[in-house]
């Protein structure tokens, strides 16, 4: 599940995947795990599991809990005890660096809206609870040259500019900043994008800013499970999208609007999705000492492991996965056929996925052969890695 390796049966997967839930659901609901169950964990496969799902200090907090503080000197306890202090560290930083980006983006007049974890960290309990490898921030697109300006200036260096719908930048010691132009991108489904086009019609203002706007906690919750949906139909999302589904429901769940909430959830197509998705975390997380895998239904289980054996940020070989099932004529199975139209895609996107990634050949369309080829040549070289597991992900579906 995500940490698989050759001396561990998918049996032993399956028991560290649920004392790790165990260990995040009595974290963010205030209870002490049992020292004896505890004991009786493989503590070193909760870890590989727990560091692939971004969810290494939340259990390690947990831990803490249950030894009373004095945690055994283990290498893969100490390891654990490391990830957290340095994700508590890196919040801390975060915090910071973040306040100058909306000081620049204030005293520049740029509306922003922050985004995911940058809302969903101070819902947890405890700081440093929710690990974020970035942060992500929508801003006025109109300001998109004025703010790369900025961040280079500032000794980032830009990983994406003006292609895809957000801006990276990456700064030492951890600072990783995307600054989105649009929540939703060209090669994102259709429905979506239309859905959050004019996305500030939806904003409210932030108090205490001139430009900073939110949305509503149910706005911010729809938002929140579309983009869950989005990596889940596409490389897979993990454990952590389930407890963060979980932690909202429990922090604001009394006072949504449910029925605003499902009206959009069905314009957006994602109503069952969210359903799956609230009811499973509700099981898993509400009440960790009394949960049972016995007590989910088969596509609970299902949907269980999918999530499990993604990791935080997906795989490779469910985004051929699905892009196979989205290819095939019954939606589900897998021909030679498929995999032969799947190739051509591969090889020969369609002018959306120029648009998204390569601008300049969408705007000189008399060269797309040409961008076809550099594409070709320039993924070959710098994504030849991926792109072995890809094809060795083809081959085995």
Not at 61 to 90: C, F, H, R, S
Not at 191 to 213: C, E, F, I, S
Request: proline content about 4%.
């Amino acid at each position: 599940m995500s940490a698989k390796n050759s001396k561990t049966t998918p049996d032993e997967q399956r028991a560290a995947t649920y004392d790790l839930i165990y260990l995040t659901g009595c974290a963010v609901n205030g209870v002490t795990p049992a020292l004896e169950r505890v004991e009786r964990m493989d503590l070193a496969l909760v870890h590989a599991i727990s560091h692939s799902h971004s969810l290494a200090a939340i259990s390690c907090m947990a831990l803490e809990d249950a030894y009373g503080g004095k945690l055994p000197e283990t290498e893969p306890v100490q390891k654990w005890v490391e990830e957290k202090n340095q994700a508590i560290y890196k919040t801390l930083l975060f915090d910071v660096e973040r306040e100058q980006v909306l000081t620049f983006l204030e005293e520049n007049g740029i509306w922003y809206l922050p985004l995911k974890g940058i809302l969903m960290k101070d819902l947890y309990p405890k700081l440093g609870m929710r690990q974020m490898a970035d942060n992500d921030i929508l801003f006025d697109a109109a300001y998109q040259t004025q703010v790369h300006d900025w961040f280079i200036a500032r000794g980032y260096e830009a990983e994406s500019y003006q292609t895809g719908n957000h801006d990276a930048y990456h700064k030492k010691p951890v600072y990783n900043f995307e600054l989105h132009t649009a929540l939703f991108g060209a090669m994102h489904d259709p429905v979506w994008q239309a859905y959050y086009h004019n996305v500030k019609d939806r904003l409210l203002p932030q108090a205490g800013t001139k430009y900073g706007y939110r949305f509503s906690d149910e706005d911010c919750y729809i938002y929140i499970t579309t983009h869950a949906c989005k990596h889940h139909s596409g490389g897979g999302t993990g454990l952590r999208t389930l407890l963060d589904c979980y932690v909202y429901n429990q922090a604001k769940g009394d006072t949504l609007n449910r029925g605003y909430i499902q009206e959009e959830l069905g314009k957006l197509g994602i109503a069952e999705f969210e359903e799956a998705l609230r009811g499973l975390s509700q099981k898993l997380f509400a009440q960790p000492e009394q949960f049972s895998p016995a007590s989910l239904s088969e596509g609970a289980l299902e949907l269980l492991f999918g999530f499990a054996s993604s990791g935080t940020y997906g795989t490779i070989q469910n985004t051929v996965r699905n892009q196979l099932k989205g290819l095939a004529q019954d939606g589900q199975t897998i021909t030679a056929q498929t995999k032969l139209r799947y190739i051509w895609k591969r090889l020969f996107p369609d002018v959306a996925f120029f648009r998204e990634y390569y601008p300049f050949f969408y705007r000189h369309k008399w060269l797309l052969p040409v961008g076809y080829v550099y594409r070709l040549i320039y993924k070959g070289i710098t994504n030849h890695k991926k792109l072995s597991v890809e094809a060795d992900s083809l081959k085995k579906l």
